[in-house]
């Protein structure tokens, strides 16, 4: 069982920055990949970005290559996106999420085995 916890989400003008964090209970942490995904309003939960077990592999949609930087620091289980050059289309709710079995690259909502409750980010335009 991995509970996640996620935070740092708030209110931030175009062009701004944001780095989301999301710390994970129990010792198992380094065994899952992870990702950060998002829901706007209205729409389907999508892919946002992917970290392998140890970080050495990293994945992004094309809607934020350049600007998101996904990170983990398996000693604190917690894994990190650093969001930078935020435009109103990234708002939303961003939820991590944990996958034991990953392969690289990005991976759907259903192939997650664990959620966190998400937090909030607001880009105002």
């Known amino acids: 069982q991995v509970q996640l916890v996620e935070s740092g989400g708030g209110l931030v003008q175009a062009g701004g920055s944001l780095r989301l964090s999301c710390a994970a209970s129990g010792r198992t942490f380094s065994r899952y990949a992870m990702g950060w995904f998002r829901q706007a309003p209205g729409n389907e939960r999508e892919f946002v970005a992917a970290i392998s077990r140890g970080g050495g592999s990293t994945s992004y949609a094309d809607s934020v290559e350049g600007r998101f930087i996904i990170s983990r620091d398996n000693a604190k289980n917690t894994v990190y996106l650093q969001m930078n050059s935020l435009q109103f289309e990234d708002t939303a709710v961003y939820y991590c999420?944990?996958?034991?079995?990953?392969?690289?690259?990005?991976?759907?909502?259903?192939?997650?085995?664990?959620w966190g409750q998400g937090t909030q980010v607001t880009v105002s335009s």
């Open positions: 999420a944990a996958r034991y079995v990953y392969y690289g690259g990005g991976f759907r909502p259903t192939e997650a085995d664990y």
